[in-house]
């Protein structure tokens, strides 16, 4: 446990290094917060509110939804590709640590370093630009804690599980622009899932994808409490354990894949 | 000909501080410091030449190499080749010059050797027929023609640094540089490259400079030999003359057929175990065979040998020469 | 040959060689146009679908209605996509500069900027012609756009302008890792950017940010004011009969910028290992 603490805490510094990356990264942030929020002022132009949801709350979503894209950043996919792209996934999967879990320890790192990087600059610069994402309820943030947590981790086994995909011929770059434009669509990360049919609606909930953005957000602006709440989490629960599953599986594989080939 | 007048060279280095102290400090400033790595150097070298660059890791030498090759811009100070600053007039004076770098190769790593040459003899203009011949005399040197057809991520490393010594010498260059090319070579691959350099200096009259750690690149190819150390030149010369001047001297190793040796006043013994003994003695002051004569007439000579001072110990005198 | 049409003819026959790499490069490992023929049209029927969610449960944005929509999208696909052909290892720049990849076009003689961009020609970026042209036809089909010699001229001095802007702005960006030495990867924030400003009308942001997008950073001019005037459309900010013809001399003109600026830093250039 204690070198993967030490991984962690070697990330948070390398995270930090970079002044023009973390500077350029806040800039582009907040240059797609505000772009996001002036597209829903222009909607907003023609109608007090839709689908029974008026400005102010969307304008939150745009706000709180930059907030998670920041904590939902992952790294494993690009370490796991880059590690089968020069070929020292053999060595890797070897070592007494476990890989993935230091994988792991790496983008907990960087998430803590960006929560002060990056999380602080945009709450405040969404304020002054854009409106003070209150909170709906007091009791509701435990709930929306709880739920981003889950989404964390639920968010980090895709994309270690995504990252799997390296092992086989595939151009992984390619792939990675695919997961990233499907998840920012299907999981109501711009655009909440209240806007579409009532049929997609019923389809995306049933993939994972939902419980990154949707869901966490949905309790923030008040829309879902109650019963739905706890059926929310306790779906996100499900998908936790399932990908779990499925993550414990196919890196079984993967490690013994590689001891034949490359033993 | 190549004039390198004054030329200097400044890095900034950015100090990153220790720590978690050290990183938030370093998200608001930054504090850096210059570096010198090229102070001031100047020489000339003359058409034909082979010029070896010697000097410890970060003496400088590779910026220099850089510097005349075009790479990298001096902080002040010009370089010259065949009369027009390389900086200023930089695509003229390069259709004149090859670079080889050990350490990275200027061959499209997916596709196969000759697509590289192509792209090459259409940079530099080179027509069908002289490009047809220079790949023919490369051919009798390094066995080249072989490797045209093979895949260059698929090449040894010897292959590669063949490939890439043809790639410098297509366009017919008057100037060739060569950064550490032996670095990581099998003996057999030094052997042609420094086979290639000998004959397209002797063939084509090429100006050839290279910076090296390996001794032997020195002593096999260079009339003439630049040592620089922390930026700055400290001897430049003929390698024998360098040696005359700050290793002067000679070592006469000596078996006896008993453990005595015997002393002589115009030498020193500086070695001496079982029946080995090493003296050493500065050219002016005795001949190896008067020396000789003087010890066997005191103990019975089994065997011996005389060492001249080597490269090495020239690099040695010289760093250290530095230090005090 | 000699003089300016000689060394005209050098570039173009070594861009011949170089699209011919490129070609045998993709021909080497096919699965990555797999790949990509995959990625590129799921981002952008994303984007589209983006479009349609917007109209059908909001009406019109800023005057601007589905068609009209769909032929900017379209066009602003189309620019991206020839800007990802040509320019897009500006977006990498730091990865080169650090690992001392300049060396050798510093040796070469021919321009840096030149054997940086087409050495690295990205020939699979044809695959994001596809989606755009797909939704670019379906709105000249929606706004009934009239395919004259003329209006295709118009369309092809449009997409020139609008490849230059894009390609000057990802020039300028990368080149700042020459001081930087740091490897910043712009990719995901410039395209999103891009994205955002040139396949939307500009109206719809307030006007410091039209200011801006419009004189600081022309990506007003990639798609916006060109394809309003195109259209008829008229906006409150910016009058002008002649955008298309504006966007391909800013592109212009940002190119020229981004050169000297790439020139400028080029300058500070450490090559790897020092």
Redesign the interface.
């Known amino acids: 446990m204690k070198i993967y603490s030490y991984v962690c805490k070697m990330q948070i510094l390398r995270s930090m290094t970079y002044k023009f990356n973390v500077y350029g990264n806040i800039i582009m942030q907040t240059i797609i917060m505000l772009t996001t929020s002036f597209f829903w002022k222009a909607l907003y132009q023609n109608a007090e509110t839709v689908q029974g949801v008026e400005i102010g709350s969307m304008l939150t979503y745009t706000v709180i939804s930059s907030c998670i894209s920041v904590i939902l950043t992952t790294n494993v996919e690009q370490r796991i590709t880059r590690s089968v792209e020069k070929g020292t996934i053999a060595v890797d999967l070897m070592r007494p640590v476990n890989i993935f879990a230091v994988f792991f320890a790496e983008d907990l790192g960087n998430v803590v370093a960006l929560l002060f990087q990056n999380l602080l600059p945009i709450i405040f610069i969404g304020c002054i630009f854009i409106q003070v994402p209150l909170l709906a309820s007091g009791a509701s943030v435990l709930m929306f804690l709880i739920s981003l947590c889950l989404a964390f981790f639920i968010n980090w086994l895709l994309a270690a599980i995504f990252g799997m995909w390296a092992f086989t011929a595939i151009n992984m770059h390619a792939l990675l622009q695919v997961k990233r434009h499907l998840i920012r669509l299907l999981s109501g990360s711009m655009i909440p899932l209240w806007f579409f049919p009532e049929w997609l609606r019923i389809v995306l909930e049933a993939f994972p994808f939902v419980y990154l953005y949707q869901l966490p957000l949905s309790i923030y602006i008040g829309k879902c409490d109650g019963m739905s709440l706890i059926r929310g989490i306790t779906i996100q629960l499900v998908w936790l354990a399932v990908l779990s599953f499925i993550f414990y599986i196919l890196q079984k594989r993967a490690a013994r894949k590689v001891m034949i080939q490359g033993g | 000909m190549i004039e390198v007048k004054n030329i200097c060279k400044s890095?900034n280095v950015i100090q990153?501080g220790e720590?978690?102290r050290g990183?938030?400090k370093?998200?608001i400033s930054?504090e850096s410091e210059k570096v010198q790595?090229v102070k001031n150097l100047s020489f000339h070298i003359q058409p034909g030449e082979i010029v070896g660059f010697i000097g410890p890791n970060g003496a400088g030498k590779?910026?220099t190499i850089?510097m005349m090759?075009?790479?990298?811009?001096p902080s002040s100070g010009e370089i010259l080749i065949n009369g027009r600053d390389i900086h200023k007039y930089?695509?003229?004076v390069?259709?004149d010059?090859g670079?080889v770098?050990g350490?990275?190769s200027?061959l499209?790593w997916?596709?196969r050797l000759g697509?590289s040459f192509?792209?090459l003899r259409?940079?530099?203009?080179i027509d069908k027929a002289k490009y047809e011949e220079t790949l023919n005399i490369m051919d009798q040197i390094l066995e080249i023609k072989p490797l045209l057809s093979k895949?260059v991520r698929q090449m040894s490393l010897g292959q590669r640094v063949k490939g890439d010594l043809v790639a410098a010498m297509l366009h017919a260059p008057s100037v060739l540089f060569l950064d550490e090319p032996t670095i990581g070579l099998d003996v057999g691959a030094k052997y042609s490259l420094r086979k290639f350099v000998k004959e397209v200096n002797e063939e084509r009259n090429t100006t050839v400079i290279l910076t090296t750690h390996d001794l032997g690149d020195i002593e096999q190819l260079c009339d003439r030999i630049i040592i620089i150390n922390n930026g700055e030149l400290i001897e430049d010369g003929n390698l024998e003359e360098i040696v005359d001047r700050i290793a002067p001297y000679k070592t006469l190793v000596v078996e006896y057929y008993d453990e005595k040796a015997p002393e002589h006043a115009r030498c020193e013994l500086f070695f001496h175990e079982a029946n080995v003994a090493k003296y050493r003695f500065m050219k002016k002051d005795i001949t190896a065979a008067a020396l000789i004569q003087a010890l066997s007439a005191e103990a019975q000579i089994k065997d011996v040998s005389i060492e001249e001072a080597g490269i090495d110990d020239i690099i040695r005198i010289a760093y250290g020469q530095l230090k005090e | 040959m000699k003089g300016i049409a000689g060394t005209i003819f050098h570039y173009i026959d070594v861009t011949f060689v170089n699209i011919r790499m490129a070609l045998l490069r993709v021909v080497e490992y096919p699965s990555n146009i797999i790949g990509w023929l995959l990625s590129n049209p799921v981002q952008f029927l994303v984007g589209f679908a983006t479009i349609q969610f917007a109209v059908s449960e909001f009406g019109d944005i800023n005057g601007w209605n589905y068609g009209q929509l769909a032929f900017l999208y379209g066009l602003a696909v189309l620019s991206h996509a020839l800007s990802m052909i040509f320019f897009v290892q500006g977006w990498f720049m730091g990865n080169y500069v650090i690992h001392g990849e300049f060396d050798r076009y510093l040796t070469r003689p021919m321009s840096v900027l030149y054997q940086f961009f087409f050495t690295n020609i990205n020939i699979i970026g044809v695959t994001d012609l596809i989606p755009g042209l797909c939704v670019f036809l379906y709105g000249c089909h929606k706004v009934g756009f009239h395919w004259s010699i003329g209006n295709v001229f118009m369309i092809f001095v449009l997409l020139t302008g609008a490849t230059l802007i894009r390609g000057g702005i990802y020039i300028i960006l990368g080149t700042t890792t020459f001081w930087t030495r740091s490897n910043n990867d712009f990719a995901q924030y410039t395209q999103e950017i891009f994205d955002k400003t040139t396949m939307y009308p500009l109206s719809m942001y307030p006007e410091g940010v039209q200011f801006v997008l419009t004189y600081l950073i022309p990506i007003g001019w990639v798609t916006f004011y060109p394809v309003s005037n195109m259209l008829g459309l008229s906006n409150d900010y910016l009058q002008t009969s002649a955008a298309v013809w504006l966007t391909l001399l800013i592109g212009i003109l940002v190119m020229v910028l981004a050169a000297l600026f790439f020139r400028l830093g080029l300058r500070n250039y450490e090559s790897a290992g020092n």
């Open positions: 890095y990153k720590g978690f990183a938030l370093g998200l930054r790595a590779s910026t850089k090759s075009g790479i990298l811009t930089r695509k003229q390069v259709q010059i670079v770098f350490q990275r200027q499209d997916d596709l697509e192509e792209l259409h940079i530099y203009r895949p």
